[in-house]
């Protein structure tokens, strides 16, 4: 069945991988496929382009290749992070985060507090800023590590990551950082930032899915998650993923090569979007402070609409976007993220993410300005209720992403 052309809005759940990627993976398969760890030369030489791609994935962070670890994924690589600190310091029982995380660390933290850890989740305003003094004043002796995200997912919201880890260095407390929606979207420089963690998932980059990073900064002490074999210098046990680390390093130079250009034509293309939904369909508005945010991310709610019905109509039109709700038991929970910051369940139920990327064309925003109007006054004229009975209808899954 061939696939019809889609208009591909969803940006931040994942990227498409580059055939640049695909091209640097392919001799992994066909020609490299040895394993790493053997002793003979057609080992050796898988092993070199691990090393090759970790210089690279490190060149885009400034770090250095001795501190990366590769791992499955962003969710792998948060979990580390912080049962490292934990294990590091087995007599301080305190974490904190915050309640806008992505759930590999809402749901690791519900986890550890049913271990009988104290998890800290601090609040945001209205804007998903966050008050930095929260942060200093929530730091205890007992404190393991602070883990806070740099852009969110759902928002594109940045949090100030500099000024946090300068608190937390200034208390000897670790901090770990979710950077995974941040690659080829904003500069990454880990040691201008001065954070101990740092977490990095490739399918966000134009690689695929399946492989990600922990940064950890030398002489940051390292517990590791998973146990066996000596892979990544005994941090990180298990046969590497050899075709998807080479290429997660090719979307790493990829990634910095691209930067400009996600800045400036992704930015303008989803201003052009973002204004012009505000501007032309009555009862929406932007959700998120504007400026200190991802260039490529709208987070938009329409007043009296659901979102999944939004979603399911847009879908008819071939266009790909996102909401924060997650589909439990047949209802619709909405955002965690979106209440956090003052919405109530309605509105929240009603907002929709738009997110861009470097494969989007001006064309295409004009055709979903174009689609956007006439589905939004069509699910209008329904109550909100039939909407939900055609969303129940047709609901799948919805996972956060
Ligand atoms: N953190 C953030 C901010 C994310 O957006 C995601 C993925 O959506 C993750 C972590 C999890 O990454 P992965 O899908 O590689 O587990």
């Given at each position: 069945m061939s696939q019809r052309k889609i208009c591909y809005f969803d940006n931040n759940a994942t990227t498409k991988v580059a055939p640049e990627v695909v091209e640097a993976m392919?001799?992994?398969?066909?020609?490299?496929?040895?394993n790493p760890s053997s002793v003979y030369r057609f080992g050796n030489q898988v092993g070199r382009q691990i090393d090759q791609a970790r210089e690279k994935v490190a060149a885009l962070i400034h770090a250095d290749p001795r501190e990366i670890v590769f791992t499955s994924c962003g969710t792998e690589s948060n979990n580390a992070a912080i049962h490292s600190a934990l294990r590091a310091h087995p007599e301080k029982r305190h974490v904190i985060t915050t309640a806008v995380e992505h759930s590999a660390n809402m749901k690791y933290g519900a986890f550890l507090q049913k271990l009988g850890y104290d998890v800290t989740f601090l609040p945001v305003e209205s804007d998903g800023s966050i008050d930095i003094?929260?942060?200093?004043?929530?730091?205890?002796?007992?404190?393991a590590i602070v883990?806070?995200?740099?852009?969110?997912?759902?928002?594109?919201?940045?949090?100030?990551?500099?000024?946090?880890?300068?608190?937390?260095?200034?208390?000897?407390?670790?901090?770990?950082?979710?950077?995974?929606?941040?690659?080829?979207?904003?500069?990454?420089?880990?040691?201008?930032?001065d954070v101990d963690f740092l977490s990095l998932s490739a399918h966000k980059l134009h690689a695929p899915k399946g492989i990600g990073l922990l940064y950890v900064k030398r002489r940051t002490k390292f517990i590791p998650y998973i146990f066996g074999g000596g892979q990544e210098h005994g941090r990180r046990?298990?046969?590497?993923?050899?075709?998807?680390?080479?290429?997660?390093?090719?979307?790493a130079e990829l990634a910095m090569a691209w930067l400009p250009d996600e800045d400036t034509r992704v930015r303008a293309l989803r201003d052009k979007l973002e204004t012009d939904i505000l501007g032309r369909i009555p009862g929406t508005s932007r959700n998120g402070a504007r400026d200190a945010r991802l260039p490529n991310t709208s987070n938009l709610t329409f007043d009296g609409v659901e979102a999944e019905a939004i979603l399911m109509m847009l879908d008819q039109?071939?266009?790909c976007a996102s909401s924060g709700s997650a589909c439990t038991t047949?209802?619709?929970?909405?955002s965690h993220v979106l209440t956090a910051m003052g919405l109530s369940p309605a509105r929240a139920r009603g907002s929709v993410r738009f997110s861009l990327g470097i494969y989007n064309t001006a064309e295409e925003v004009d055709y979903a300005l174009e689609q956007l109007p006439p589905i939004i006054e069509k699910l209008r004229a329904v109550s909100p209720e039939t909407q939900r009975h055609q969303v129940r209808r047709a609901a799948g899954h919805f996972a956060e992403t």
């Amino acid at each position: 069945m061939s696939q019809r052309k889609i208009c591909y809005f969803d940006n931040n759940a994942t990227t498409k991988v580059a055939p640049e990627v695909v091209e640097a993976m392919r001799p992994c398969f066909e020609e490299y496929w040895g394993n790493p760890s053997s002793v003979y030369r057609f080992g050796n030489q898988v092993g070199r382009q691990i090393d090759q791609a970790r210089e690279k994935v490190a060149a885009l962070i400034h770090a250095d290749p001795r501190e990366i670890v590769f791992t499955s994924c962003g969710t792998e690589s948060n979990n580390a992070a912080i049962h490292s600190a934990l294990r590091a310091h087995p007599e301080k029982r305190h974490v904190i985060t915050t309640a806008v995380e992505h759930s590999a660390n809402m749901k690791y933290g519900a986890f550890l507090q049913k271990l009988g850890y104290d998890v800290t989740f601090l609040p945001v305003e209205s804007d998903g800023s966050i008050d930095i003094h929260l942060v200093d004043q929530s730091i205890r002796p007992d404190t393991a590590i602070v883990s806070i995200m740099w852009a969110n997912n759902e928002t594109g919201v940045l949090f100030p990551i500099e000024e946090i880890a300068a608190i937390c260095r200034s208390k000897g407390t670790p901090f770990h950082t979710d950077a995974v929606q941040t690659p080829g979207k904003l500069k990454i420089d880990v040691k201008a930032l001065d954070v101990d963690f740092l977490s990095l998932s490739a399918h966000k980059l134009h690689a695929p899915k399946g492989i990600g990073l922990l940064y950890v900064k030398r002489r940051t002490k390292f517990i590791p998650y998973i146990f066996g074999g000596g892979q990544e210098h005994g941090r990180r046990a298990g046969t590497e993923n050899v075709p998807y680390i080479v290429g997660f390093g090719r979307a790493a130079e990829l990634a910095m090569a691209w930067l400009p250009d996600e800045d400036t034509r992704v930015r303008a293309l989803r201003d052009k979007l973002e204004t012009d939904i505000l501007g032309r369909i009555p009862g929406t508005s932007r959700n998120g402070a504007r400026d200190a945010r991802l260039p490529n991310t709208s987070n938009l709610t329409f007043d009296g609409v659901e979102a999944e019905a939004i979603l399911m109509m847009l879908d008819q039109a071939g266009i790909c976007a996102s909401s924060g709700s997650a589909c439990t038991t047949g209802s619709l929970d909405p955002s965690h993220v979106l209440t956090a910051m003052g919405l109530s369940p309605a509105r929240a139920r009603g907002s929709v993410r738009f997110s861009l990327g470097i494969y989007n064309t001006a064309e295409e925003v004009d055709y979903a300005l174009e689609q956007l109007p006439p589905i939004i006054e069509k699910l209008r004229a329904v109550s909100p209720e039939t909407q939900r009975h055609q969303v129940r209808r047709a609901a799948g899954h919805f996972a956060e992403t």
